[in-house]
């Protein structure tokens, strides 16, 4: 069974921050992770994902996210945000098995001048 | 190229109407995915096709939702006899496969039943 845990629905920060969205995964087998971004009425992007090559993984944006398999995780960070990050994201998890995606329920992240 | 494309992009139906919603997923991806967003409830996963093989249909809510896939391309979702708990976002992704292939999703059809 895999399962996906996404901290606090909404984040909110101020334009040139540090950005921090929280995942944490349940998977028995090692997984595949995946960070989508959605803005207002259209569909997922993907902006990173992490497939065993390297824990540390860099995506678009500027956004990049760590694997820690002893915690679990696999935040996504940025440095500093900028008002076009404003926006859903959602972690997903895909390991043995069929291989279906899972999704968290989403992060909504407001970015404040 | 073109991307997952779905129509259409909304529909307002009466309770106890049928509807189809439709997916033209990227040429050449042979998995097939419908999922259905609810506002604050994430992303609900409904059916997928690999070709046009659906191997699990556990995610469908009840017996009114029905998928096809034909010619490993074009995905059409049934509803049928609306409820207005039916109304949501239902967003189509295809992959190249299973496992570590990123989801390229539609812009999604929002259906509401009145």
């Known amino acids: 069974a895999q399962s996906v845990t996404q901290l606090g629905s909404h984040v909110s920060v101020s334009e040139g921050a540090l950005v921090l969205l929280r995942c944490n995964y349940s998977s028995s087998v090692p997984p595949y992770l995946f960070w989508y971004v959605q803005y207002p009425n259209q569909g997922l992007q993907l902006l990173l994902k992490y497939t065993s090559a390297a824990t540390l993984v860099k995506g678009i944006n500027g956004f990049e996210a760590e694997f820690k398999k002893s915690e679990t995780s696999f935040h996504l960070t940025k440095p500093s945000a900028h008002m076009s990050d404003a926006a859903e994201y959602f972690c997903a998890v895909s390991s043995g098995g069929s291989y279906i995606p899972t999704f968290g329920r989403g992060t909504s992240l407001i970015v404040h001048p | 190229g073109a991307g997952v494309s779905q129509s259409p992009s909304n529909k307002v139906t009466e309770k106890g109407k049928d509807v189809e919603l439709r997916c033209d997923p990227i040429s050449g991806h042979t998995a097939l995915y419908w999922y259905r967003q609810s506002l604050g409830q994430g992303l609900e996963f409904l059916i997928y096709?690999?070709?046009?093989?659906?191997?699990?249909k556990s995610g469908l809510p009840s017996d009114r939702f029905s998928a096809e896939r034909t010619g490993g391309s074009v995905s059409t979702l049934t509803i049928q006899r609306t409820q207005q708990e039916d109304s949501a976002v239902y967003l189509c992704?295809?992959?190249f496969g299973m496992g570590g292939y990123e989801q390229y999703f539609g812009p999604g059809t929002r259906l509401t039943v009145t």
């Open positions: 992704a295809s992959s």
């Open positions: 096709f690999q070709g046009n093989s659906a191997p699990d």
